[in-house]
């Protein structure tokens, strides 16, 4: 194979590793993010399911309070009613022990009420409590699986780096700038395979000399359709 052509296409494996790297470096600061508001959410879950909670429970006291205060009337008015002097001051009495009374009776009825949900509350509470603890788990996982792979991938990163400084400089600057050229408006790839007659990258039939100057890799070939340079592999072809 002509020794250019080998080495664009070493060029072309490294620059696809390299594209295929700083995306995942790139992503992964996301990825962390996207976790950590998935945490969030369970976080304010937990803290809303608390607050329904506490708040029935302070309706529960408010209510323990008017039940108090309207059975401190009741003893009033009841201790009162040996001291009327009419018939209506006696009814009266009776009216207002009656209206407490019944005040008392809605009161524990909502209070009723108020304690089923507060079971209902309570489940809700301990269920966000232990998907919190399951996701907080799953958040340190992936965070430090994330973090782990970002530091390999830079490690990679710079090594393929390294190696593409070095096939560049083994090829002249015109062919290195054609292929460069062509890579940028091609979403990076600049060099492609033939395959049954085509090239793999734009699937454009190549002329009959064309095809036949690639399969012998022994000059740079040019796709007349979208530019790029094409290389023969025997061994696909074999298959």
């Not at 194979?1 to 295929?20: K, S, V």
């Not at 006696?90 to 009656?98: G, S, V």
């Not at 973090?147 to 290195?176: C, F, I, K, N, T």
Request: net charge negative; with cysteine.
């Amino acid at each position: 194979m002509n020794q250019d052509l080998q080495t664009l296409i070493e060029l072309q494996r490294l620059d696809t590793a390299i594209a295929e790297l700083e995306a995942e470096v790139e992503s992964l600061p996301r990825k962390i993010a996207q976790v950590e508001s998935t945490l969030a959410e369970h976080i304010q879950a937990v803290e809303a399911s608390k607050a329904r909670l506490a708040e029935n429970q302070r309706g529960r006291r408010k209510r323990e309070g008017d039940i108090s205060a309207h059975r401190e009337k009741i003893s009033k008015y009841k201790g009162q009613v040996f001291d009327v002097k009419t018939n209506e001051q006696y009814k009266a009495l009776l009216h207002e022990i009656e209206f407490h009374e019944a005040e008392i009776r809605k009161i524990e009825d909502a209070m009723l009420s108020e304690m089923i949900d507060s079971e209902s509350l309570e489940k809700e509470l301990r269920e966000a409590e232990k998907s919190l603890a399951a996701e907080r788990t799953r958040t340190q996982r992936e965070i430090a699986e994330a973090r782990e792979r970002q530091q390999r991938d830079e490690v990679e990163l710079r090594s393929a780096r390294a190696a593409r400084a070095d096939v560049q400089g083994r090829l002249s600057l015109p062919l290195y700038e054609t292929y460069e050229r062509v890579a940028k408006f091609r979403k990076g790839i600049g060099v492609a395979e033939v395959l049954n007659g085509t090239c793999g990258a734009c699937h454009v039939r190549l002329r009959p000399q064309a095809y036949a100057d690639t399969r012998l890799n022994t000059q740079i070939v040019i796709c007349e359709s979208c530019g790029r340079i094409l290389y023969f592999v025997a061994e696909a072809a074999a298959e």
